[in-house]
């Protein structure tokens, strides 16, 4: 099974930019569904972007045109860049991948907020 790590969560002004990235401890070049989800408190979870088997990206309304998706599979990663961010996007985020079973990472925390 694949392990899933996050990274580069934080606080952030509203209209500010950040970039996650997701490291996986193997190969994630066959799949049938990667992304990112995220939890807000007191909310489920939901999902921000992912990637089909068949290359089709889908957002979520609350992020198209501010958030992009892709996927480095020289270096197994997957990123989400988050420009204009509000404070509605402040979550736990979650990337996701699967192939053979469902695999998590831990959750990177983003707060935007003045």
């Known amino acids: 099974q694949v392990q899933l790590v996050e990274s580069g969560g934080g606080l952030v002004q509203p209209g500010g930019s950040l970039r996650l990235s997701c490291a996986a401890s193997?190969?994630?070049?066959?799949?049938?569904?990667m992304g990112w989800y995220r939890q807000a408190p007191g909310k489920e979870r939901e999902l921000v972007a992912t990637?089909?088997?068949?290359?089709?990206?889908n957002y979520a309304d609350s992020v198209l045109g501010r958030f992009t998706f892709w996927i480095n599979n020289a270096k197994n990663m997957m990123f989400l860049q988050m420009n204009r961010l509000k404070p509605e996007d402040t979550a736990v985020y979650y990337c996701?991948?699967?192939?053979?079973?469902?695999?998590w990472g831990q959750g990177t925390q983003v707060t935007v907020s003045s």
């Open positions: 996701y991948y699967l192939w053979t079973s469902d695999c």
């Open positions: 193997g190969s994630i070049s066959r799949y049938l569904r």
């Open positions: 990637i089909r088997d068949g290359g089709y990206i």
